[in-house]
């Protein structure tokens, strides 16, 4: 058992973890954070997205122990970020989910393009949403989504 | 799968770990991002007994920026090297690959230091890094050595490394002024590890020209052929890298490899020399 320190959520938080033990499974059994999703747990599906120090990683490729000190945010966290509500409103509007499975890494993934400004073509978000696996939509609607939120976020920053 | 148990240190200097690694030769393995490690570790397809976290070294991190060379240490991310946080020697080229490596989540934490080690067949640094004849800087018990990117990787997941040893930084010759480069990786899905690489490097400024393959089936192969007609401006590359191919027979491309590499690296010095 190792002791660690991090920030999740924004709450700081101790615990002794067995070195093995990933971030993903930390998240979902020890603090029962079950939006963060393992489909795969070796990096290719990309369920399990989360933040860490603000940029998406896989949680299942991140040993809870190395987290030692950093800050992470899972779905969970993001009742008041305006990047996250465009998404949640549109992938809503637009049916961009069915089971939902991959939909919490889908959302983080998207707010993570659209903070890069890598969301401003289709080409562009179908690029950015490789790593990231839906089994159910065939992804039309997703991108959609995606690029209906980037546009509105676009136009409030043009007329803020 | 979950990954087997383990033991983990996090050392606060390179020396210490170092110091770790050769204590315990035969379980300990050093993790940076992880992100080869933990999915072989979740795979069962490697049971480390100890962990030596060498990712927060500082001296791992560090960036030098010489009038010839620019030094990456070996625990720079791809995605820094990707948003240009590192200085770049390539006018261009690193940046662009590390975009088109992997996925955006697995690029913020995966490391040049870690691609290099592992040297996947299939893994772009060996072979860009080895077109820009960039030389690999380990540290070990006995002190630090530099070894030539083109000897590095040795074979199939085989490097010059020995057990006891950590690259500490990459030091890459900056390309002159009028120096150009093309690059094509072929995979059937963004991000996906390449099917075909291809890297053509032509700095007439300092008489270096190279072309190199990735993804085939061994250490990254380089067209010596192909490499001696970039320099000379000659005409349709096609028939060169063919030459180059039939003289691999030891890498058993098979037809539909042979063609694809073949695309690749005429794509690739089609794009320099135009
Ligand atoms: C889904 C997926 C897709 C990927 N696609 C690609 C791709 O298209 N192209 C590509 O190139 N890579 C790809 N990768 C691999 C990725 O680039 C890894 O980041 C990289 O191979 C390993 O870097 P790391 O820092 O994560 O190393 P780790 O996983 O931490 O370590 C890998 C190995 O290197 C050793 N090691 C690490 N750092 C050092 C060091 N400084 N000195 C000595 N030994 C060291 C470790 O002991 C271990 O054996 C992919 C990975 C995944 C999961
Ligand atoms: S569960 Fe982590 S990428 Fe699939
Ligand atoms: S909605 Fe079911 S996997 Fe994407």
Redesign the pocket.
Known sequence: MTAIRLQINGADVADDVPPRLSLADFLRERRNLTGTHLGCE???CGACTVLVDGAPA?SC?MLAVACDERRIQTIEAFADDPVMQALRRNFHQHHALQCGYCTPAMLITARDLILRRRAGSEREIRDGLA?NICRCTGYTNIVTAIAAAAKELGTEAANA | MKAPAVDYVRPKSLAEAVDLLSQHPREA????????????MNLRV?S?GLL?D??RLPE?SLVSDDPNAVGIG??V??AAIEDGQAADPSRGLMPRVAA????RA??T??????????S?P????PAVLTALDAEVV?CGPGGKRSIGCADFTTGVFETA?AAD????SVRIPKLSQDARWGYL?L?RKA????SALAVAVIDRTRGHSRVVLGAANGAPLVLDHTSRLLSNGGPEPRNAVAADLDRAADRHFDEFQRNLHIVAATRAVRQVLQ
Do not use: N
């Open positions: 070796h990096g290719v896989r490729l790593g | 393995r050093v993790i940076a991002g992880g992100q080869s490690l933990v999915a072989m490697a480390p030596i060498i990712s791992l070996a625990c991310t791809h088109s490596l992997a996925y697995i690029r934490r995966g490391t040049i230091g870690g691609s290099l080690a592992l996947d299939a893994a772009e640094w380990v490394l040893e950590i690259i500490e990786k995979c991000g996906e590890f390449a």
